[in-house]
């Protein structure tokens, strides 16, 4: 796979040299290829948005190298503000971002930051917003009229609408309801798939992870303790449970089911999975439980 | 980085300077500032110089910590000093067209600088060392006299505390809103004033939501606390004063006494 985006050994420090120093990031290394669906797990302060911080270049690494399609982005300041334009992010909560008078005008602010034409503009608000089902007249309302899940859909769209090769959401569906989740998730697949685009995904909840990414990054204590795929991961319960994470809860059962002498592999993470692995068991009337 | 900003910020630690009642450390930075200003020549300086660097020490308060927190008053320090050296009386030591240096504006000059830098160091002390929360304890119960003759001294105390604790509060969330800003691009370092004004707006909109919001909610879980005012309130940490605090008073007295005499010698 063609590699867009490359950390090379980054380390980050905050604070140094005040009694507050820490650091946030130890020399990690990783690649994203094209069109990847990586996720991002990792307790709360492990390091997470301090790493996706760099890899748009919000943060200078104190160590280490990022490379955007094998260009050093801190080599030149234009280059970094480039970046910021091939690389989306989407912060935690982004709707409190919002600002502008109209949401057709809040989602046009990173496009018109990018110095396009005005007809360019629409068009890219337009495409934007029909991939996170924000309709034409909710695009004239206030931003601050919006529901909750609608605010944060128009605020993903500002993003989208620069239409960045990497696509980079810290919790995109933190705090909404599971129909919210679901329509989100399916917008970025969207967007992905449309555009042949790379995501990274941040999210604690492991189900959806386990359901949407191809490859999935581990942090813990500020080190990438695991890259690989989400199969491989989360055949490693114990250690995830020690990070202070956990495997899918389909997962779980597998496993229980296992403690409890059924002869069933705990390889599935999603119900689909472990319907296929279950089903044949019921049916054969092997199972012992 | 706004993360930066060291004003008034906090370091919490564990030593006698840390530990004192609040209420000495407030009357302390006054008697200091009052020794400060009777200070007349070299020795009365040396004193409350001295004395500063004795709590500096025994804070283990960095001096580049300090040093760091005088940055952004460089510019008043500087200007002060240019002022001052040439506005003395006297018989002129260096003279250059409508300017002349005497023997007196030098001494000023460098008196005034060593005055405010003094200033702001020893009030940069008191907040470096006392957490926000004790400090607006130490001040409700230092102005509380005043109640008799209605002042609203615990809402004031309760504003003040309020408004300390969401200064970081609002800073984290600043940098927040303009690391997303900027992430769609936005740009706060080229362009005239103009530009640079316009590009604010994208920050305090959010920012300013987000202060309205938080002001809110805080004021509906206050009132789940059943928060009523100051009236027939107690403390959780109850102010006392310990041995340490009466040593320090007496350093201080004896500080303000050793000023005061040097003074009367003109040294």
Redesign the interface.
Known sequence: MEPVLEIRNVSHVYGADTPFEHVALDNVSLTVGRGEFVGLIGHTGSGKSTLIQHMNGLLRPSNGQVLFEGQDVWSDAKLTRRLRFHVGLVFQYPEYQLFEETVFQDIAFGPKNMGLSEDEVRARVLRAAGFVGITEKELEKSPFDLSGGQKRRAAIAGVIAMEPDVLILDEPTAGLDPVGRESILENIRAYQAAQGASVIMVSHSMEEIASNVDRLLVMNDSHLVMDATPAEVFAKPEELVQMGLAVPKVTQVLLKLRELGVDVPASAFTVEQAEKLLLPLLKGGKAAC | ML?DVTLGQY??GETAVHKMDPRTKLVLVIVYIVALFLAKGAAGYALVAGCLLAVVWISKIHL??ILKGLKPLMLIIILTAVLNLFYGQGEPLVQFWIFKITKQGIENAVFMVLRITLLVAGTFMLTYTTSPIALTDGLESLLSPLKKIGAPVHELAMMMCIALRFIPTLIEETD??M?????????FESGNILARAKAL??IL??LF??AFRRADELATAMECRCYHGGEGRTKLHALHYAGRDYTAYCLGALMLAGVIVLRRFGL
């Not at chain 2, 800003?181 to 740009?187: F, I, V």
């Open positions: 993360k370091f919490p580049k910590v927040k809103i690391s997303a800003q900027k992430a769609r691009g936005a740009d707006i994208p909109v959010p939501i987000s």
